[in-house]
């Protein structure tokens, strides 16, 4: 299984980035899938999940600002962020619960990472 994030890049405070990250590989489904960041020199946090029923939670310091949404039919999982502030800035990870047979309950995997800085 492999994950595969795209879209980080440079914006301006207030602008926008949309990640996306696609989950390939040997797959019978995927349960849970989301978004965490690490900034330099702090710990990695999430961000944004989002079940494979729909529904999602945030941390408090996106809640209104990040959207988390999810393709089935693609697998893959996206992260619309608007209202950028310096201190998003954070290398963002996608991380997918996905089972890779009927017989298994589900394995943690997680993408390289993608960087997004905020700045002007």
């Known amino acids: 299984v492999q994950l595969q994030a795209y879209g980080g890049g440079l914006v301006q405070p207030g602008g926008s980035l949309r990640l996306s990250c696609v989950v390939s590989?040997?797959?019978?489904?995927?349960?849970?899938m989301a978004w965490y960041r690490q900034a330099p020199g702090k710990q990695r946090d999430l961000v944004a999940r989002?079940?494979?029923?729909?529904?999602?939670n945030y941390a408090d310091f996106v809640k209104g600002r990040f959207t988390v949404s999810r393709d089935n039919a693609k697998n893959t999982v996206y992260l619309q962020m608007n209202s950028l502030k310096p201190e998003d800035t954070a290398v963002y990870y996608c991380?997918?619960?996905?089972?890779?047979?009927?017989?298994?309950?589900?394995?943690?995997?997680w993408g390289k990472g993608t960087l997004v800085t905020v700045s002007s």
């Open positions: 989002v079940t494979s029923g729909g529904s999602t």
């Open positions: 991380n997918a619960d996905v089972r890779v047979a009927w017989y298994n309950d589900g394995g943690d995997y």
């Open positions: 590989g040997s797959i019978f489904s995927i349960n849970s």
